[in-house]
């Protein structure tokens, strides 16, 4: 079983940036799918950043060049660096983590951007 565990989401404006943490109960050293997802009100839940099994990184392509995925093996952290953010940003984000062949989602983190 993987608890997992998101934080740093909140109210920003327009333009504003925001960090966000997905802490893990297990060891991140060797798991290559994880990820960071998103659900607008009304939406479906839509991929914004992630590892692939290949080791490399996946963008939506609204998010692309602002922003950032990242990992800290030592602290089974993964990071979501968020720029430039805009209304359309407004979701609960989810982190995503496949060990074993099974996914294992948190609980979300609410970001609203807003004037």
């Known amino acids: 079983q993987v608890q997992l565990v998101e934080s740093g989401g909140g109210l920003v404006q327009p333009g504003g940036s925001l960090r966000l943490s997905c802490a893990t109960s297990?060891?991140?050293?060797?798991?290559?799918?994880m990820g960071w997802y998103r659900q607008a009100p009304g939406k479906q839940r839509e991929l914004v950043a992630a590892y692939t099994n290949g080791g490399s990184t996946n963008y939506s392509d609204s998010v692309k060049g602002r922003f950032t995925i990242s990992r800290d093996s030592a602290k089974n952290t993964m990071y979501l660096q968020m720029n430039s953010l805009k209304p359309e940003d407004t979701a609960v984000y989810y982190c995503k983590v496949r060990n074993y062949g099974v996914n294992y989602w948190g609980k979300g983190t609410l970001v609203t951007v807003s004037s």
């Open positions: 297990v060891s991140i050293f060797s798991i290559l799918d």
